[in-house]
């Protein structure tokens, strides 16, 4: 799991959602926006078991593009990458507001949408379901490269 330290966030910061995360380590656009030094990402540690959960399909995605890789690089991949997984307990505080506004959408995004209530700050999402809620902007990787070219 990425590290757990908050030491060094700067800049731009943002909450980020496990497909975001998926399709950077797909080695897609959206690795250059997580690695971009200017940008801090913050994301839950559920939604770091969530990224792991998918490690094996990855590596064999990965394979069949063409890229010989085992789960266990794309593991270490995903460990080294600047991202500070934060507890529960970070948000709970947001949980019942987080709760309201997904239950309807998704229920399984709940945590990740409570983190990025409790740091006020744009959540990197590609779901649509986060379209149009209430207390938080949700950026696609779209949005996240005009933001990278203009930080």
Do not use: C
């Amino acid at each position: 799991m990425p590290s757990t330290s908050t030491a060094g966030a700067s800049g731009s910061v943002f909450a980020v959602d496990a497909n975001a995360l998926i399709a950077a380590l797909l080695r897609g656009k959206a690795m250059r926006i997580v690695t971009a030094p200017r940008l801090a990402f913050f994301t839950t540690v559920r939604t770091t078991w969530e990224v792991e959960r998918y490690l094996p399909e990855l590596a064999a995605e990965l394979s069949r593009r063409g890229v010989r890789i085992e789960a266990e690089e794309v593991r270490a991949t995903f460990r080294s990458l600047p991202i500070v997984a934060l507890p529960e307990s970070f948000y709970e505080s947001q949980l019942a507001q987080a709760r309201s506004l997904m239950e309807a959408r998704d229920p399984d995004d709940v945590d990740i949408l409570a983190l990025a209530l409790r740091l006020q700050v744009p959540l990197w999402t590609n779901d649509r379901h986060f379209r149009g809620l209430s207390g938080v902007q949700a950026l696609t990787t779209v949005d996240m490269l005009s933001v990278l070219q203009s930080s």
